[in-house]
């Protein structure tokens, strides 16, 4: 799988928009853009998906780049809720599996 | 709705010490995976199954086995437990790949 860049951490004050970034310059053009969220002492929690056009969902929008080489998750009124490490992940359509990096730690500051 | 189901949340081993971590799903998913994570990382993924009856390894896989004898359960079993063991251990479930997986709780394992 191809590998994902994400800084460790970013803070938002409450109510305001989010823009969690994500470079991923080997994507493949089978490869899905995945985000997943973590918050405190629970597991993982899906947020979104997309291969090629900007994905809206009720908790999130994805932005992908026209070149796909990099994608932004973005939050359009954080919450304190929100607080939670953000991971980007990049799955082939043939693969089996998700491989997890570190993710974005994000502080929601009210 | 259950979903991924983990059990025990927590439990203490003594090295040396065998147990098996319990994962059930209501969704009727075909996929099941088990991952760990240690303090401040991501998951690494330890086995997965895309269907009873079979399994594969993930990046992590010594010292762990499984089984899947039916769409539902997904157990992963920890012999001779050693300290490098000692982190969360998450199950997930997915209808396919590479849709979205769900995931349980989580179990906290110490090894001492």
């Known amino acids: 799988d191809a590998k994902t860049t994400q800084p460790n951490s970013m803070e938002s004050n409450e109510e305001e928009p989010v823009h969690l970034p994500c470079n991923h310059s080997?994507?493949?053009?089978?490869?899905?853009i995945h985000w997943y969220r973590q918050l405190p002492s629970q597991g993982p929690e899906y947020v979104i998906h997309?291969?090629?056009s900007n994905v809206n969902n009720r908790m999130a929008s994805l932005a992908i780049a026209e070149d796909r080489k990099s994608s932004t998750l973005i939050l359009h009124r954080a919450t304190l809720r929100d607080a939670a490490v953000y991971y980007c992940i990049l799955r082939d359509v043939g693969a089996n599996n998700l491989f997890f990096g570190t993710g974005t730690r994000l502080t929601v500051i009210p | 709705n259950a979903g991924v189901t983990q059990t025990p949340k927590f439990r203490i081993l003594k090295i040396g010490q065998s147990m098996t971590l319990q994962c059930a799903q209501d969704m009727n998913h075909n996929y099941m995976y088990w991952y760990r994570q240690d303090p401040g990382m991501g998951l690494k993924l330890i086995y997965y199954?895309?269907?009873?009856?079979?399994?594969d390894k993930g990046e992590v896989p010594n010292g762990y086995n499984v089984s899947r004898s039916t769409t539902e359960y997904f157990p992963l079993r920890l012999e001779l437990a050693a300290p490098s063991q000692t982190s969360v251990y998450f199950c997930?479930?997915?209808?396919?790949?590479?849709?979205?997986?769900?995931f349980g709780q989580g179990t906290r394992l110490t090894v001492v």
């Open positions: 997309g291969l090629t």
């Open positions: 199954s895309v269907g009873a009856g079979i399994t």
């Open positions: 997930a479930s997915s209808i396919t790949a590479p849709t979205e997986a769900f």
């Open positions: 080997t994507i493949s053009g089978t490869d899905y």
